[in-house]
């Protein structure tokens, strides 16, 4: 397992397009890139199944 923190796997969850953007790119900046979004609890169940 790495401890690189490109390796990481992150999982946005917020119901505000303006928010969930937000920390997307702040996320990006810091430099996570494997990045999903999703805006609620539905979608993010969905996602974390694949």
């Keep these: 397992m790495s ?3 490109t390796d990481a796997k992150i ?5 505000e397009p303006q928010i ?5 790119l ?3 900046s810091a430099g996570y890139y494997k ?3 999703a805006y ?3 979608e993010a169940l ?3 199944k694949i």
Excluded at 20 to 24: F, P
Aim: glycine share 4%.
């Design 26 to 28: 702040v996320l990006q």
């Design 35 to 37: 990045i999903r979004k």
């Design 11 to 15: 999982l946005i969850v917020e119901d």
């Design 46 to 48: 969905n996602l974390i």
């Design 40 to 42: 609620d609890g539905r």
């Design 20 to 24: 969930n953007r937000l920390v997307e």
């Design 3 to 5: 401890n690189n923190i």
